[in-house]
């Protein structure tokens, strides 16, 4: 079992920046893939990024590309989101998710853990 606990969410004005943290515990994160997705009202949750277990390897969705960026410290147990020129419509609820097998996944379904959420919200 592994517990994904996201925090850094909240509002910011358009342009500006925000930077994401999840916090996982209970397995042995560096075998665990990992990806954010995020939900604005009314929408279906959509991927934003993902990371392999080392770190190594990225996938972007396009409406990220170049302005997000996904990291990870394996020591720390923790994924990061740096989220820069950020736009209204990247409003949401911002959702950490781990996999247990490492291959690529871009889809919700393919993922075995899920944090709370954390919402963002970006002002024009």
């Known amino acids: 079992q592994v517990q994904l606990v996201e925090s850094g969410g909240g509002l910011v004005q358009a342009g500006g920046s925000l930077r994401l943290s999840c916090a996982a515990s209970?397995?042995?994160?560096?075998?665990?893939?990992m990806a954010w997705f995020r939900q604005a009202p009314g929408k279906e949750r959509e991927f934003v990024v993902r990371?392999?277990?080392?770190?190594?390897?990225?996938n972007y969705a396009d409406f990220v590309k170049g302005r997000f960026t996904i990291s990870r410290d394996n020591a720390k147990s923790t994924v990061y989101l740096q989220m820069n020129s950020l736009k209204p419509e990247d409003t949401a609820v911002y959702y950490c998710?781990?996999?247990?097998?490492?291959?690529?996944?871009?889809?919700?379904?393919?993922?075995?853990?899920w944090g709370q959420g954390t919402q963002v919200t970006v002002s024009s």
């Open positions: 998710a781990a996999r247990q097998s490492l291959a690529r996944a871009i889809y919700a379904a393919e993922y075995d853990y």
């Open positions: 209970g397995r042995t994160f560096s075998s665990f893939a």
């Open positions: 990371i392999s277990g080392s770190g190594g390897n990225t």
